[in-house]
């Protein structure tokens, strides 16, 4: 009985906070670009003064997920205050000031009739709801993104870092009623139990991003009926074609696999070409096992191993496994075809790369690899938004519908048609009376959609 | 136990169309825009010359749906031999074989560093699965649009057109083979258990269309992981400002509720500025009352109705009703704040309408109400893909994501980064001891994409 009280009283609270943010939402669509940067800016400058009562509040959620015994990466990812930390936290506000509004731009204008003009203008999706674990920065960034793309969120974070998210949150609704934008466009939950409830708010919240681990990736996927924007698994493949240029495919397996094995652009499976098993292959084991990395080997591979180099041998899981460690599973595949429809077959659609000096063999690959990112000669770690040139991330995405691959501002967008007639109804165009013209117009012509901007 | 089994057959049945769909879909991303227009000629002249086959299969459909009492509409809906439906059928195919290939279109490139370019190229989303009820039109319509988009498509039509579907899908699956297509681009299925299977089916299907009633689409949307693009219900408004032009006014209103009431952008909803109660709303009663409009009122309007006409008191349920017929709720508002309001807590997200001489409330009412169609002194009626001059329709979308309002081609497609390096890796970017450059270039410079479509 006490629990279902509690429940209950989680659920009415946290749709209490989606219906504030919806309506946060549905006015803060007009504001203008100069307001929103305002409130950037006055959320760094908030942000900056109370540093001191911020990492204060922060240690205090250290010392509590310490005395948790909180693991590791998760504790690094919690504490704000090691060197540059903060500051670099304070510079995504900056870069996200910096950024071109992304919202009422025209991506189509047609004359439907003289005087019937049709826009398809960029608008924001609404509410989106981000559910994070520790790193209390992800807070400040999705906010930002959220500011300028004219959304509320709803930020979700976890329990342990919640003081931290608390303080940057206090300063982010500060800073946007100081500018008179609605405080509700920015808001925080931070109990476990209220993830549930939140996910089942479709009818106010229009997309949910998870920023955690797999398994809450998945938890989210399965429990929801709101679009969910990220990826669960990041399983990325290499494969080594047998006209690869040497040099570069040690470089790039090396690179893909060892420059930051904890992430999910990182590389977890090599395939590599039957004709290389006696040549190249060799040299690229020895500098993977150099640089500390464990092989899972196909029975073919594991024969040509160079002498002293020494590997487990690969399970059908191991090539399906994100391993986030300094773990690769190599598999022999006798030509590009093989090689993408084990990448279709056994990967996660995020990133994929064909080492080749064959044009016809890397178009094959770039045609037919149906994932997000499909690479030539380049290390799978540049699948990255802000490597993109996107300035900002929200996160990437293995989605097949809305954005793909890193996302930045866009994908945190959809569009209205505006249509504007002076009286037309369409029966004269049933009867046949009057025709459509459907004459593309050169969308400069409606002036100044900042006049649709309506709080100076 | 016999249920059991048979349930398990169907589900094993279509677990290997789906398998099949998407090995089909894989493959045909890298045929080319000349082979996939020759598909779609040989389908024309194929079902051109299939007609009277086809109309005779057609036939029997139909007798056995009266001998059922099937109701009027899906009848007519289901009868092709009435006057120019299989010659507008047929042209469908030609209006798509005219519309440019969606495929292969860079929207964005930039050069990342010197020989390192990024490009994001639109590609297929893989598996699309149709369900809809009667109408076998929609089986080529849809087919066509499938193939322009390089998706597979599996087509689960009603079990009332399963002889008429049959035959126009066989006619098609023909014409692929005929042009080494695979023909698993297209397949059928056609029995009512298969939707809930189909459903379960996310690891093969990347989008649900549903095309039929409302009913469906909810069921639909209640079953399946997979995104559903469609709309439940059209609950479109028009507003009428006190600024309102009472020609525009009356006109507008008339056409939106009347032209053709049983479709989706038809008006349910009349809002009408307090101040015009007196003047012009008795004229648009009229003129609604002489057109057989079941007029349903809030207590403002009632009384303001002319001497001799009649309507029936509203109540809360009709502002959220979706009547498709020759009825509309009326309801008074104190100005276009209140408008917005109303239509963003009680309509669809499909399309609604402002009419006024006022700029000032036309880009409030633009900026603020949250649908897919925000109109201006024009019918809602105008909120469909081929008045929007997309040359075909896949269906309306009320979603947030991905694709709003009246969808062509474009919804049935996403997008790959390719990313073109010569042993570019990360580590010398991560070290600061190069830069990315983020410099745009012009796409064209990646000479022919043609050239990755690989099947001519």
Not at 46 to 74: F, G, M, V, W
Request: charged share 25%; aromatic share 6%.
């Amino acid at each position: 009985m006490a629990t279902n009280h509690h429940y209950n009283k989680v659920e009415a609270s946290v749709e209490a906070v989606a219906i504030k943010a919806r309506k946060a939402a549905l006015s803060f669509q007009s504001y203008s670009t100069k307001k929103k940067n305002e409130a950037l800016q006055v959320m760094k400058e908030k942000i900056l003064s109370a540093k001191d009562q911020i990492l204060e509040a922060n240690q205090r959620d250290l010392a509590a997920a310490q005395e948790q015994n909180l693991e590791t990466p998760l504790l690094k990812r919690l504490d704000l205050s090691s060197s540059g930390k903060f500051e670099s936290l304070v510079q995504g506000i900056t870069a996200v000031q910096n950024l071109e509004d992304p919202v009422g731009k025209v991506t189509l204008a047609t004359e439907l009739d003289q005087g019937l003009e049709l826009y398809r203008v960029s608008c924001p999706l609404g509410v989106l709801c981000i559910i994070f674990e520790s790193r209390p920065d992800a807070a400040v960034q999705i906010s930002s993104l959220a500011i300028k793309s004219s959304n509320a969120v709803i930020l979700k974070g976890g329990k342990e870092a919640e003081r931290t998210n608390r303080a940057l949150v206090d300063c982010i609704r500060d800073s946007l009623e100081s500018v008179n934008v609605p405080a509700d466009v920015v808001q925080l939950v931070s109990t476990r139990e209220e993830i549930k409830s939140l996910l089942a708010l479709e009818q106010y919240i229009d997309m949910v991003i998870p920023r955690g681990s797999n398994s809450l990736v998945r938890y989210i996927k399965e429990n929801t009926k709101i679009p969910v924007m990220g990826h669960a698994d990041g399983i990325c493949a290499v494969y080594v074609d047998k006209n690869a240029d040497e040099r570069k495919a040690i470089d790039i397996v090396l690179d893909s696999k060892t420059q930051y094995p904890a992430v999910c652009n990182a590389t977890e499976t090599l395939l590599i070409h039957r004709q290389l098993l006696p040549n190249v292959f060799p040299k690229i084991a020895s500098k993977l096992s150099e640089h500390g990395v464990i092989m899972k080997c196909d029975q073919e591979s594991m024969k040509a191993l160079p002498n002293g180099i020494s590997a487990e041998a690969a399970e059908e899981t191991d090539y399906t496994t994100e391993f986030l460690n300094f773990t690769i599973a190599i598999k022999t595949v006798g030509d590009v075809k093989e090689a993408i429809e084990h990448i279709n077959s056994h990967g996660s659609g995020h990133t994929d790369c064909i080492v080749t000096e064959d044009e016809v063999a890397r178009d094959l690959f770039f045609a037919l690899v149906d994932s997000a990112g499909v690479y030539h000669n380049a290390s799978t770690r540049f699948a990255d938004g802000f490597r993109y040139g996107f300035g900002a991330e929200v996160g990437v995405s293995t989605n097949k519908i809305h954005a793909r691959g890193p996302v930045g501002l866009e994908g945190l967008l959809i569009y209205k048609y505006r249509l504007y007639g002076n009286g037309h109804t369409v029966a004269p165009y049933a009867k046949g009376e009057k025709h459509l013209t459907h004459k593309t117009i050169v969308p400069q012509y409606r002036p100044n959609w900042e006049k649709t901007q309506t709080n100076e």
